[in-house]
């Protein structure tokens, strides 16, 4: 079995920075890709970022230049540093892994179980 353990994440004022951290724990051979994806009340599921194994990068919109997704490969951690961070970005962050082998034919995809950051002004 994957387990995915989310840390990180509380309570900041706007303008002030947090990171949020993932570990994916089992038997794992590899994974694809980790990402971030969040939630606020009443809006859908979105993408944060997301980092594939050979580093490439991809950011939503609202968060590009404020956030930085980086991954350790050796750990199979996916982090998140947010920066310049405002109240619209008070969500629960869920991190993912896709593509996790663990000695089968096939990877799957886990998820976290979400961790609040909630951005006061």
């Known amino acids: 079995q994957v387990q995915m353990v989310e840390s990180g994440g509380g309570l900041v004022q706007a303008g002030g920075s947090l990171g949020l951290s993932c570990k994916a724990s089992?038997?794992?051979?590899?994974?694809?890709?980790m990402g971030w994806y969040r939630q606020a009340p009443g809006k859908q599921r979105e993408l944060v970022a997301h980092?594939?194994?050979?580093?490439?990068?991809t950011y939503a919109s609202s968060v590009k230049g404020r956030f930085t997704i980086s991954r350790d490969n050796t750990n199979n951690t996916v982090n998140l540093q947010m920066n310049s961070l405002k109240p619209e970005d008070t969500a629960v962050y869920y991190c993912?892994?896709?593509?996790?082998?663990?000695?089968?034919?096939?990877?799957?995809?886990?998820w976290g179980q979400g961790i609040q950051v909630t951005v006061s002004s």
């Open positions: 980092i594939v194994g050979g580093g490439s990068t």
């Open positions: 993912t892994a896709e593509g996790v082998y663990t000695g089968g034919y096939r990877g799957y995809d886990y």
């Open positions: 089992g038997s794992i051979f590899s994974i694809n890709a």
